[in-house]
Structure formats: structure tokens, C-alpha cells
């Protein structure tokens, strides 16, 4: 059973607007989420992340919003630029469980066109 | 600083052969986990260590099997090699806490097996 899903495998956006990428988790022992970013041949990287005391979190271009009676989580990029063309993976963890092992979802593809 | 840097970058295996994979952590991390992505999906927990001890484990078979060694660094060992077991495998590093850390990713090391 799949605890983190992101539905949309891919999104186009033109460059300047805003990209927003969802995700929906079923769990509701995860307490801390992150959007991972990937690159092709590179591991992902930590974009932003939020707890679950908290409904949003801003870092720049980036804001995470957290819904959790929805158990729905959605990355907001303002203004989006062509170098974000990349994976976005949504992760989520339950800080009870030993190793603060991460759950990922499927990733979406996100294409920012010039 | 020096990243979580992971050996060898690609590997073709046949089935039924063994494999040793290897990942050092990042400056002052002490703590390693291991993720498989398959082709088209989000990288899956397999286990963390930490102190040289298995540290939590993922829904994988005991074939799947690891080492942490003394200056953190980690091998990720897997018997009896399946066709399913193709995929990126990646390693992350971070410091372990009571409270959630990142982790840090390698650039993963892509497995082939025919």
C-alpha cells in the first residue's frame, strides 16, 4: 500500500508563473514532511520541509503547505524558472519510528518552459 | 565539507550473483541509510544504521544485508541477485537525533541485473 502518493506524474508550467505540486499521505503517525528535488544522474536533495504543528513553511520561491485533516501536503514555486525542471519527490516521517526512515512518494515531473 | 559520495556508480550483475555496494557519509554524520528506487518510482527504505548496529529496516528480504564500520562509512550487501532488483540504489547520511535531521543523499549507484 502506498502511504505517500503524488497523482501527478508530470507538470508543464511556463516560466515566471507559479508551479504547485501535490501530494496525499495516508498515515496519520507521519509528523514531519519534505520535498526532495532530483536531478538525473544525482540524488535527491533537500528542498523544504514542514512539521505537522505547523500548516505552512516559506523559504523564498518555496512554500509548503500543510492540510492535515485532508492528510494533503502541496509545494508552491514563486516564480518558477527553468533551472527548477526536475523530480520533486514528496517524503514524509514518523518520528517515532527507529532510523527516521523517510516514505517517498512517486515523484512529479516538473518541466518549466522558457 | 566533503558529500556522501557513493562506489561504484554503475553495475551489471547476472541473477543469482552477489553484490557489495559502498557509500562514506558526509564530514561529521553518524548516521547511513539505504534506499532502492526502481525505475519510475520514489526511493524505498531498506535500513539505517547507526552505530555500527542495523537501526530500523524496511520491507526487505534478508538478503538485503549491511555493515556500518567504524568511520561511519557503510556497504549495502545483497545475495542471490533477482531481476527485480535492478534498480538506483541510494545512500543518505545524516546526524542522528531524538528529533527529525536531513539526510543527505549520494548520486546512487545505478544496479543492472540480466
Known amino acids: 500500500d502506498q502511504q505517500v502518493k503524488q497523482n501527478s506524474p508530470s507538470l508543464s508550467v511556463q516560466e515566471g508563473r507559479i508551479s504547485i505540486l501535490n501530494c496525499d499521505y495516508t498515515n496519520s503517525m507521519f509528523d514531519y514532511f519534505l520535498w526532495y528535488k532530483k536531478y538525473p544522474a544525482e540524488g535527491p536533495t533537500f528542498l523544504i520541509s514542514?512539521?505537522?504543528?505547523?500548516d505552512k513553511n516559506e523559504d523564498g520561491r518555496f512554500t509548503v503547505f500543510l492540510n492535515k485533516s485532508a492528510k494533503h501536503l502541496s509545494l508552491h514555486i514563486v516564480p518558477s524558472q527553468p533551472g527548477d525542471s526536475a523530480v520533486y519527490f514528496c517524503?514524509?516521517?514518523?518520528?517515532?519510528?527507529?532510523?527516521?526512515?523517510?516514505?517517498f512518494g512517486g515523484g512529479t515531473r516538473l518541466m518549466v518552459k522558457p | 565539507e566533503t558529500g556522501v559520495t557513493q562506489s561504484p556508480t554503475h553495475l551489471i550483475k547476472t541473477r543469482g550473483q552477489q553484490v557489495t555496494l559502498r557509500c562514506s557519509s558526509q564530514s561529521g554524520h553518524n548516521t547511513v541509510s539505504w534506499y532502492q528506487q526502481a525505475l519510475g518510482q520514489g526511493p524505498q527504505f531498506i535500513f539505517q544504521?547507526?552505530?555500527?548496529?542495523?537501526?530500523g529496516r524496511g520491507n526487505f528480504p534478508p538478503r538485503f544485508s549491511g555493515l556500518q564500520f567504524p568511520n561511519y562509512s557503510s556497504e549495502l550487501n545483497v545475495n542471490a541477485l533477482e531481476l527485480d532488483d535492478s534498480a538506483l540504489y541510494l545512500c543518505a547520511s545524516s546526524l542522528f537525533s531524538s528529533s527529525y535531521n536531513e539526510q543527505f543523499f549520494g548520486p546512487g549507484t545505478r544496479l543492472t541485473v540480466l
Open positions: 514542514i512539521s505537522s504543528i505547523k
Open positions: 517524503a514524509a516521517s514518523a518520528l517515532r519510528n527507529a532510523g527516521n526512515m523517510l516514505t
Open positions: 544504521y547507526y552505530r555500527e548496529e542495523e537501526n
